[in-house]
Nanobody, 122 residues
């Protein structure tokens, strides 16, 4: 099993920045790919960003150029730096992990954190 714990959510204003973190523990040798998803109220969970153990990244078009993800393999952590936040970024943000290759499909990730709320006010 892998346990994921997110932190860093909060309430900010549009245009502000926020940094989320996620720490993995347990069978971390299976966390080749770490990812961020988000789910707004009444909407489906959507892909935000992902990063492999070697540092390859992929971003959703909606956050490209504003969000940056990074990982520290020694500490089994992943971060999401969110800049120029918009009201439409408001959602619960989840950290997820899987083995093998990059995927943007939430259903392909077996391990999930509990989520952290990000609220962006106008």
């Amino acid at each position: 099993q892998v346990q994921l714990v997110e932190s860093g959510g909060g309430l900010v204003q549009a245009g502000d920045s926020l940094r989320l973190s996620c720490k993995a523990s347990g069978r971390t040798f299976t966390t080749d790919v770490l990812a961020w998803f988000r789910q707004a109220l009444g909407k489906e969970r959507e892909f935000v960003a992902t990063i492999t153990r070697s540092g390859s990244t992929l971003y959703a078009d909606s956050v490209k150029g504003r969000f940056t993800t990074s990982r520290d393999n020694a500490r089994n952590t992943i971060s999401l730096q969110m800049n120029s936040l918009k009201t439409e970024d408001t959602a619960v943000y989840y950290c997820a992990a899987r083995a093998a290759y990059i995927s943007t499909a939430a259903t392909s990730y077996p391990y999930w954190g509990q989520g952290t709320q990000v609220t962006v006010s106008a």
